[in-house]
Nanobody, 124 residues
Framework: QVRLVESGGGLVQPGDSLTVSCTAS????????IGWFRQAPGKKREWVAG????????LYADSAKDRFIISIDRAKNTVSLQMDTLKSEGAAVYFC?????????????????WGRGHQVTVSS
């Protein structure tokens, strides 16, 4: 059974940086994809970024390009999302979602497991 656990959220001020991480366990295949999504209060969950476990396929939403960096530590099966120059609209619950054997995708339908989410608050 695959398990995804997010960590690293918290309270930051606008303009600050923050890294959230997703640690995966239970994947039986070498290849899997992890996608980061976020959901602000009263809004739909939206795509942020995704990466394949081999590290050779990375996708970003337009809102994340230039300020966010997604990476993977295969030894720890941990995918990190470094978020720089956070804006108030970056405040949300951040979820990681996974699919075994697949590729990163902006579509939630491509993922079959997910974590419980981790709160990121951006406030002065």
């Amino acid at each position: 059974q695959v398990r995804l656990v997010e960590s690293g959220g918290g309270l930051v001020q606008p303009g600050d940086s923050l890294t959230v991480s997703c640690t995966a366990s239970g994947f039986t295949s070498y290849y899997y994809a992890i996608g980061w999504f976020r959901q602000a209060p009263g809004k739909k969950r939206e795509w942020v970024a995704g990466i394949r476990s081999s590290g050779d396929s990375i996708l970003y939403a337009d809102s994340a390009k230039d300020r966010f960096i997604i990476s993977i530590d295969r030894a720890k099966n941990t995918v990190s999302l470094q978020m720089d120059t956070l804006k108030s609209e970056g405040a949300a619950v951040y979820f990681c979602e996974g699919n075994e054997g697949g590729w990163p995708s902006p579509s939630e339908g491509e993922y079959d497991c997910w974590g419980r989410g981790h709160q990121v608050t951006v406030s002065s």
